[in-house]
């Protein structure tokens, strides 16, 4: 059998003169943790949906990435999550915004697309739904930190009447999987950006923007400066080009990230072909990431020299 897994920790200013070594060290277990997770399932004959959400729901839980525990906080120091899940073969998609109490928001994001008529949901009607689903709940405070409560204050101190944090930082994370049937799936689940006003969403939970799988050409997962990505569409302008130019993967992607980039905007993705052919693509000095496959020792990374 043959199968792909990447996974992404978010994209930024990750650089060995700033990386505390034991922050480096810590970082690398949680993505090797989630690639074991996921890559479990598709060494057994499973789903690349079920690997997917496998790997997301880990990282969601470590307190070092910005999805689910850890988090960024919102302006008035609430967290607001958001995730989304695509599957390639009917291209069947859920998503959520502005959830506050469902443990794994990707889990969430799959209920709304297994269990309900609609593509995405947002604030208290996610949430409600989620109770409904029976998913895990949890205290808001679950979510907490004490790294992201000083990144708050530090950014309100620094740059008042800022609509997000200037000095952004991408911790969103996302995984993409080709499974052993050729199947594909994307997810992405994020806390967004420090300070956000507004009820801002980004483009994780946005089908095509930060999330996108199609059995026809690839499975893509973003991480990066949301407003760009939702404006070109990152995710399905990568696919569009493996599909109708016939790129593969990693050219596609450098392509739209250097568009993405003459924008403006900063950041990473992750792109798994249906030929199993993986690639990662950002603009930053670095980038949380990580592949496994099918009978080859996992790779995990996190510097531009890696």
């Excluded at 998609?93 to 109490?101: I, M």
């Excluded at 799959?110 to 208290?124: N, T, Y």
């Amino acid at each position: 059998m043959t199968w792909t897994l990447i996974i992404h920790g978010g994209a930024g200013r990750m650089e060995r003169s700033t990386m505390p070594i034991e922050r480096d060290v810590a970082v690398r277990q949680a993505m090797n943790d989630a690639l074991a997770a996921g890559s479990a399932i598709l060494d057994g004959g499973g789903c690349s949906l079920d690997a997917v959400e496998a790997a997301v729901r880990l990282l969601e839980d470590d307190p070092h990435f910005n999805a689910g525990r850890g988090a960024v906080l919102t302006e008035h120091g609430t967290i607001e999550l958001d995730a989304a899940i695509m599957e390639g073969t009917t291209r069947r998609a859920g998503a959520v915004a502005s959830v506050t109490r469902t443990r794994n928001p990707v889990s969430l994001a799959r209920a709304v697309m297994e269990h309900s008529p609609h593509v995405i949901l947002i604030g208290p009607g996610a949430d409600s739904f989620s109770r409904a689903q029976e998913l895990e709940q949890v205290d808001p405070e679950w979510f907490h930190t004490k790294e992201r409560t000083e990144q708050l204050r530090a950014m309100q101190a620094r740059d008042r009447g800022a609509p997000f944090d200037g000095d952004v930082k991408f911790g969103t994370v996302g995984a993409v999987a080709c499974d052993s049937q050729g199947r594909l799936a994307a997810g992405t689940s994020t806390g967004g950006l420090t300070g956000k006003r507004f009820g801002r969403v980004g483009d994780s939970p946005l089908i095509g923007a930060g999330t996108y799988a199609d059995d026809r050409c690839c499975a893509v997962s973003a991480t990066g400066s949301g407003e760009f990505y939702i404006r070109i569409g990152v995710a399905h302008e990568i696919c569009a080009r493996v599909r109708f130019l016939k790129e593969p993967v990693g050219r596609a992607a450098d392509a739209v990230q250097a568009e993405t980039k003459a924008l403006g905007g900063d950041g990473g993705v992750i792109v798994v072909g249906a030929d199993g052919s993986a690639a990662w693509s950002f603009n930053t000095p670095g980038m949380f990431r990580g592949v496994s496959r099918a009978g080859v020792v996992p790779v995990v990374a996190i510097y531009g020299d890696e």
